[in-house]
T-cell receptor
Framework: EAEVAQSPRYKITEKSQAVAFWCDPI?????LYWYRQILGQGPELLVQ????????DSQLPKDRFSAERLKGVDSTLKIQPAELGDSAMYLC????????????FGPGTRLTVL | GQQLNQSPQSMFIQEGEDVSMNCTSS?????WLWYKQDPGEGPVLLIA?????ELTSNGRLTAQFGITRKDSFLNISASIPSDVGIYFC???????????FGTGTRLQVFP
């Protein structure tokens, strides 16, 4: 079944620690997105990949966040060091990259920073 | 970041009732999408709209792409308890594949 996989589903960490999230997009989807969703709000884009290249990371806090998609398939999002304000749902989505705009989301990783 | 205006913010309805919600933008889009999100899960795509004035159905759900290209509407007929969740609209501007999401409509259905 074609689904976006994410792990872990939940992560609790203390501030100043490093955390990493993994995403495996739907097979054949060239475009991969990482979003952050604060409780009660819609998802907001952090970074967009086309194959292994970053297309847009204008909203990624680059002093502490990094993302990579080395072989153009799965991707990792890292936060180091984590801050209290980073507590949120981190969602990965993928698309074929055509003009349709349809993006398919994974189940997300709920991050709590203590 | 930019978010689209969705209304109502929340709805509390009885099972069997019909539901209407809408999404508005200050700029035009060439695609409108509607997603449903259950607690603790990622959004699930419900309906995609590609042309101004387009009306598309998916079971009990019907969505419309506004003729101004600045709004979209979602209707749910004969609501059931599993319709509970948060509904998000998302618009795609021209010449980009980025999505801009709405603020969400939280739906509660009482038996």
């Amino acid at each position: 079944e074609a689904e976006v996989a994410q792990s872990p589903r939940y992560k609790i960490t203390e501030k100043s620690q490093a955390v990493a999230f993994w995403c495996d997009p739907i097979s054949g989807h060239a475009t991969l997105y990482w979003y952050r969703q604060i409780l009660g709000q819609g998802p907001e884009l952090l970074v967009q990949f086309q194959d292994e290249s970053v297309v847009d990371d204008s909203q990624l806090p680059k002093d502490r966040f990094s993302a990579e998609r080395l072989k153009g398939v799965d991707s990792t999002l890292k936060i180091q060091p984590a801050e209290l304000g980073d507590s949120a749902m981190y969602l990965c989505a993928s698309s074929l990259g055509t003009s349709s705009g349809e993006q398919f989301f994974g189940p997300g990783t709920r991050l709590t920073v203590l | 970041g930019q978010q689209l205006n969705q209304s109502p913010q929340s709805m509390f309805i009885q099972e069997g009732e019909d539901v209407s919600m809408n999404c508005t933008s200050s700029s035009i889009f060439n695609t409108w999408l509607w997603y449903k999100q259950d607690p603790g899960e990622g959004p699930v795509l419900l309906i995609a709209l590609y042309k101004a004035g387009e009306l598309t159905s998916n079971g009990r759900l019907t969505a419309q792409f506004g003729i101004t290209r600045k709004d979209s509407f979602l209707n749910i007929s004969a609501s059931i308890p599993s319709d509970v969740g948060i509904y998000f609209c998302a618009g795609k501007p021209y010449n980009t594949d980025k999505l801009i999401f709405g603020t969400g409509t939280r739906l509660q259905v009482f038996p």
